[in-house]
């Protein structure tokens, strides 16, 4: 979206008491810039993320063969979810280093040591050529990727609503937007490859482009981050001493409300991420149809999750919040029924349309409240550490878990249920985080 877009945009919220018109530009010329430099990290660690669950068929082919299809997806689903064990951690270490060394410190800690992950698994040995130990390539990689994803939500974001002048729920949902390309992304290649290309080319070498895309834009991410000056809010508070102690004891009831908080925002991600495969293995549809639904999804968050931020900023996050995780609870098992009902293009892309307008309803205002909810000196570590926990404790084995329970159960429906339990364990959350600690 072109600066323009974003100036149009911005005018359309809440007015703020006059400021002289050349500390204005400046302010929005910063806040577009760290829009840039949070986003190109943020998207780079989602698509590589969402990639991998993408790709999920063929990946469990390749590196966990075993003499069941299902056995072997569950394996390649496990190393997906194992990543999110990294997650809390690398969301402490580099969140605390935010915290004290700055916010431009802790993004580039986080987008090398995504470099580093993805080149692992642009260059690692298919279970053919190595045996077992291409498995474990695959797991360090995950690991990797995970520890720097960890650390790089609660960073960006921090960065990114320090540097904002007013309009907090806009910019920070340039965050989600990100995401939104970035499964957007993931769902082009993942049409485009596996339209274009017969099924040994896949498996052969054409599931690795997404991978080597992603490792070339690495080191322009790197570039434009090195470019930004530390944030002012950050030059402007005082270190606190111990951030993880002052998070977790301190502002616990904040850090357990923001986990609260995070799960459906993760659970709708996820769900996306899981559709190609379930479309694919449990509804029997064509692999080109399936992946439609990503696009789906990548086009309504990219787009949409600003006019969300707009729309945050003059109800209330966490108004707004509230009222897309209701709707998930209406609707969650209805929009699968229908699809197993009747698993075609049409139906597809209408069920999708509705997850992905309430996913992104709910997720676009997260980083506004989450980054309310915090003090600057703990902002990075209360943010990471919220995330984190809610993301590896709902997310994170979402796909792994729905396939299991698919499976052991026989029933479709199974991602239904779990959308809807998730969105009731968030309107709790939201309603807690309304009263308890004033949230609008």
Known sequence: MTHEAVDSLEKQGTRQPAQPAAVVALQRRDARKAVVAASIGNGLEWFDLIVYG????????????????????LLAFASFGVSFIMR??????????ADRAGRKAGMMVSILVMFIGTLLIVLAPTAAAIGVTASILVLL?????????????????????EYAPNRKAFYGSWQVATQGAAILLAGIFGFVLNTYLSAHAVESWG??????????????????????????????????AAPLK??????????????????????????????????????????????????IFGVVMSIGSPFIGT?????????????????????????????????????MIL????????????????????????????????????YNIGVTVFGGFAPFVLTWLIGSTGSLLVPGYYLVAIAAVSVVSLVISRRVFRQA
């Open 207 to 240: 599931w690795r482009v997404p991978f080597i895309f992603a490792l070339a834009i690495g080191p322009v991410g790197w570039y434009i981050r090195s470019k930004m000056r530390e944030t002012p809010e950050f030059l402007n508070t005082e270190r606190s």
């Open 311 to 347: 729309l945050a900023d003059r109800a209330g996050a966490a108004r707004v919040m509230t009222w897309a995780a209701v709707g998930t609870l209406i609707l969650g098992v209805p929009a699968f029924m229908l699809l197993i009902a009747a698993p075609a293009l049409p139906t």
């Open 141 to 161: 990689s995950r690991l990797l990727q995970g520890f720097a994803t960890g650390g790089e939500f609660g960073t960006a974001t921090a960065f990114l609503i």
């Open 246 to 295: 002052e998070t977790c004891i301190g502002n616990g009831g904040r850090l357990w409300a923001i986990v609260g908080v995070v799960s459906l925002g993760s659970v709708g991600v996820y769900i996306a991420l899981f559709m190609p495969t379930y479309a694919i293995v449990n509804l029997g549809m064509p692999k080109a149809a399936a992946f439609v639904s990503t696009l």
């Open 351 to 386: 069920v999708e349309l509705v997850l992905s307008v309430l996913a992104t309803a709910y997720f676009a205002p997260l980083p506004a409240i989450m980054s309310s909810m915090f003090p600057a000196q703990i902002r990075t570590t209360g943010l990471s550490l919220g």
């Open 88 to 97: 809390p951690l690398g969301g402490i270490i580099i969140g605390r280093y």
């Open 54 to 73: 993408t790709f999920a068929v063929v990946i469990s082919k390749l590196f966990f063969p075993t003499t069941n299809e299902t056995a072997s997806l």
